[in-house]
């Protein structure tokens, strides 16, 4: 049965890991908050992309009309001056002209033909993305919302934590008070028991005979300061 002094201690590093765990939640929320914000840019982003490789198609497919256009308006003027030359080879060179036109037309009728076909698949992918992607969105909002109502209740639940451990504090006394807030700065938990008779319970390192015996208490004044572990300062007690 651990002492009255030692009983307020554990009681204080019961509160006082509660107002750490508290704490560190409240610490990782603006941190999951930003991971999750960065999330929603990628798929906005995603989805922003996606549309302008649909953007880039049309424009791709708009100058292959104008080509086109322009190739057609070409042939109509060769064949109409071909109707009027008199001289053979004028007519034949024409005539030269006209093919080659005829098949540059029939070039980019064939890349039309092929962009038409890609503008049709990504508008596909585009839908099935963006369906994805929305719901991706809807999701990681969703995430946020909690997390901000999560740093509400932890908010909360921190400032009962804190008074806890003001109150717990109380009964421990100032002397052992320094002693422990010297120890939990730098490791929790600070108060230990005893383990496998003469080890430390924090560092697991074994304990010298003095202060096993103090840890029981046999012989040792009940002012005496509380013992601590030789190998890393925590205060030990005899379970
Ligand atoms: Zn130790």
Same mark, same amino acid.
């Given at each position: 049965?651990?002492?009255?002094?030692?009983?307020?201690?554990?009681?204080?590093?019961?509160?006082?890991?509660?107002?750490?765990?508290?704490?560190?939640?409240?610490?990782?929320?603006?941190?999951?908050? *930003? $991971?999750?914000?960065?999330?929603?840019?990628? &798929? =906005? #982003?995603?989805? %922003?992309?996606?549309? !302008? @490789? /649909?953007?880039?198609?049309?424009?791709?497919?708009?100058?292959?009309?104008?080509?086109?256009?322009?190739?057609?308006?070409?042939?109509?003027?060769?064949?109409?001056?071909?109707?009027?030359?008199?001289?053979?080879?004028?007519?034949? *060179? $024409?005539?030269?002209?006209?093919?080659?036109? &005829? =098949? #540059?037309?029939? %070039?980019?009728?064939? !890349? @039309? /033909?092929?962009?038409?076909?890609?503008?049709?698949?990504?508008?596909?992918?585009?839908?099935?993305?963006?369906?994805?992607?929305?719901?991706?969105?809807?999701?990681?909002?969703?995430?946020?919302?909690?997390?901000?109502?999560?740093?509400?209740?932890?908010?909360?639940?921190?400032?009962?934590?804190? #008074?806890?451990?003001?109150?717990?504090?109380?009964?421990?006394?100032?002397?052992?008070?320094?002693?422990?807030?010297?120890?939990?700065?730098?490791?929790?938990?600070?108060?230990?028991?005893?383990?496998?008779?003469?080890?430390?319970?924090?560092?697991?390192?074994?304990?010298?005979?003095?202060?096993?015996?103090?840890?029981?208490?046999?012989?040792?004044?009940?002012?005496?300061?509380?013992?601590?572990?030789?190998?890393?300062?925590?205060?030990?007690?005899?379970?």
């Amino acid at each position: 049965m651990p002492s009255p002094a030692i009983e307020s201690l554990l009681i204080l590093q019961d509160r006082d890991a509660k107002r750490l765990g508290l704490e560190a939640l409240l610490k990782a929320v603006p941190r999951d908050v *930003a $991971l999750v914000e960065g999330k929603i840019a990628a &798929e =906005k #982003a995603s989805i %922003e992309t996606a549309k !302008q @490789e /649909l953007k880039e198609l049309e424009v791709k497919k708009k100058a292959l009309e104008n080509e086109i256009g322009s190739a057609e308006a070409k042939l109509a003027k060769y064949r109409t001056q071909q109707s009027m030359v008199k001289k053979n080879d004028e007519y034949q *060179a $024409l005539g030269h002209e006209i093919e080659t036109t &005829e =098949k #540059a037309i029939g %070039e980019f009728e064939g !890349q @039309e /033909l092929e962009v038409m076909y890609l503008i049709d698949e990504a508008k596909k992918k585009f839908a099935a993305a963006e369906a994805v992607l929305k719901g991706n969105i809807s999701g990681h909002e969703g995430r946020i919302k909690t997390l901000r109502e999560r740093e509400v209740n932890v908010t909360a639940e921190l400032k009962v934590a804190q #008074a806890e451990v003001a109150t717990t504090r109380g009964p421990v006394g100032e002397r052992n008070l320094r002693v422990y807030d010297r120890i939990a700065v730098r490791q929790m938990p600070a108060v230990v028991p005893l383990v496998s008779l003469d080890k430390c319970g924090g560092c697991h390192l074994k304990v010298s005979g003095d202060v096993i015996s103090a840890a029981r208490g046999k012989g040792t004044d009940p002012l005496a300061a509380l013992p601590t572990c030789d190998q890393c300062g925590r205060i030990v007690y005899w379970e």
